[in-house]
């Protein structure tokens, strides 16, 4: 197998698409480089002293683990002194993160989940780091506000899975490729590009113990499912919930299905559970680069414009046949309910 590194994919990206000005490939590597980096701490476990709960909250109210907080401090650390970024956001902190004056300021803006997945760190299941990158409109000064732009202007998504292999799955708006990391060398080796995620599939993930809190249509879709091959799908179903989005997001990308948070009665107030900025959107991106398709249950998810920097939402994606199903099933019970 020829071994094309990260460096020389994004070199030849370049030059075929002229996707990828020197600024953002900067800010590719060099978070890159910071997931090699969490990697390493992932991997030390209790070795490291690094599992278990740092006794602080975060900005969504969750205890934050220890890793969280080292994650979320490495990628800071990597990305303040290249002068590619104007700011940054972190599911960690509550208000963006300026780039230092003694640093010069870039036309990115980064945000993040340091770690996603967090509760499955001291039970050695595979995490992940989620990021998304936006260009800054060109004024002075950066806010919150820059950052409130549909996830259809991303510029760059990806993430890094630390599982079995280390693997970073990039999009840069060519599609999607895969790269793993090659310990010995310490390098991202291109395994895979051009993913795509079949458009059907008989395998769905969602979270089965709030059955009894979802809508109606998201019920209509799951019990459909569960009736397998004597029922109206006329096929049976697998369940895989690993309850680390980029765990299951990385196995829909590799062999399809669908993954659902929806909406639901827990917390009616809230859209859903996850955050858009910096994880359906970038997630979203990935799906659709790779064919898939990402919704809410009514609208592209990168159609929605954010309301603010840690905003929730339903999440819908994976194989296009089925999220247009689901997303169907949604917008005939408004319909019915309109009536
Ligand atoms: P639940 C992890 O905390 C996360 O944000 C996603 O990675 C994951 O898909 C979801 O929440 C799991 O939620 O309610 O099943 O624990």
Known sequence: MKIISLTQYLVEQQRQHGNIPGQLRLLIEVVARACKRISISVNKGALGGVLGSAQTENVQGEVQKKLDIISNEVLIEANEWGGHLAALASEEMDTIHLVPNRYPQGEYLLMYDPLDGSSNIDVNVSIGTIFSV????????????????????????????????????????????????????????????????????????????????????????????????????GKDFNMRWIASMVADVHR?????????????????????????????????????????????????????????LHERVSVILGSKNEVERVTRYHLEATEEASK
């Open 134 to 233: 936006l260009k800054k409109a060109d004024h002075e000064g950066v806010s919150e506000r820059d950052f409130l732009q549909p996830g259809a202007q991303q510029v760059a998504a990806g993430y890094c899975v630390y599982g079995p292999q280390t693997m970073l799955v990039l999009t840069v708006g060519d599609g999607v490729a895969m790269f793993t990391l090659d310990r010995e060398q310490g390098s991202w080796t291109l395994t895979q590009e051009n993913v795509r995620i079949p458009e059907d599939t008989r395998e769905f993930a969602i979270n089965m113990s709030n059955m009894r809190h979802w809508d109606a249509p998201v019920k209509r879709y799951i019990d459909e499912c569960l009736a397998g091959a004597e029922g109206p799908r």
């Open 252 to 308: 829909i990308l590799t062999r399809g299905g669908v993954f659902m948070y929806p909406w639901d009665k827990r917390e009616p107030q809230k859209p859903g559970k996850l955050r858009l900025m910096y994880e359906a959107n970038p997630m979203g991106f990935l799906v659709e680069q790779a064919g898939g398709a990402a919704t809410n249950g009514r609208e592209r998810i990168l159609d929605i414009v954010p309301s603010k």
